[in-house]
């Protein structure tokens, strides 16, 4: 491969500039990893921002060295290393050849078992068990004793990871328990935002972080964020 930065889909410069600008890249272009600097989702992977656009690293790179791809096929990496976004060590698979990949390699998302999570089976239990308890009574709470992204807890609540053990709690009653209503907002077919959105905006607000910062972080325009912060939009939602 060469050290020449490919743009087969023609974006514009700018926005080329701004995505190198988060890659480390190896003296081994070829071989070794090029790992993503900017922000990663909770498996690891690199998400990028660019025009009120947010996609994931690994899959724009793919396409700015083969070209175009259909978005339902999975751009898998051949290190099995989320943060990595060298061309050569992309490929892409079917959801099926995901999952066999996946299985070939000895890697599972299920639980402590995957390796991005900074969670393990007692502390998903234990959290579960105190927010029945009362012991926690916001979201904010769990992730500042945790040093946990709130989407994780977001998720946990939502039974869509760590279901070995949430199966075993009754999330509804938890989610009131910690005022997670979702019975507006994300329903509206025009919404851009999810609840589990709004709940990271306001914790990121709590915690003194910009606006400005937050409103590139999810493609919106500043005064949504403010809105939010001042309860104009999505007041049902609390932290």
């Not at 099995?80 to 999952?99: I, Y």
């Not at 996946?102 to 599972?108: A, D, H, L, V």
Request: hydrophobic content about 30%; aromatic content about 10%; glycine content about 6%.
């Amino acid at each position: 491969m060469s050290n020449v930065v490919w743009n087969i889909p023609n974006y514009p410069i700018p926005i080329l500039k701004k995505f190198w600008s988060y890659i480390s890249l190896p003296q081994d272009l070829y071989n070794d990893e090029w790992i993503w600097n900017g922000t990663v989702n909770e498996g690891g992977y690199g998400v990028f921002f660019y025009n009120y656009t947010r996609t994931m690293a690994h899959r724009l790179m793919y396409s700015c060295y083969y070209g175009s791809f259909d978005d339902s096929l999975f751009v898998c990496h051949k290190c099995d290393n989320p943060p990595c976004v060298n061309p050569n060590h992309l490929f892409l698979g079917t959801p099926k050849d995901n999952s066999v990949d996946m299985s070939i390699k000895g890697r599972s998302p299920r639980g402590s078992k995957s390796g991005t999570s900074k969670l393990h089976e007692n502390d998903v239990l234990k959290i579960l068990k105190d927010i029945s308890l009362n012991r926690y009574s916001t979201i904010l709470e769990i992730t500042n004793n945790y040093n946990i992204q709130s989407m994780q807890i977001i998720r946990i609540l939502q039974g869509k990871s760590w279901k070995h053990i949430t199966k075993n709690f009754d999330l509804n009653q938890l989610k009131n328990i910690l005022k997670i209503q979702q019975n507006r907002g994300s329903n509206n077919p025009r919404a851009i935002l999810s609840d589990s959105d709004v709940v990271d905006i306001k914790i990121r607000l709590k915690r003194g972080e910009k606006g400005s910062h937050i409103a590139k972080l999810y493609g919106i325009y500043k005064g949504r964020v403010s809105d939010i912060k001042n309860g104009k939009q999505w007041a049902h939602i609390t932290i």
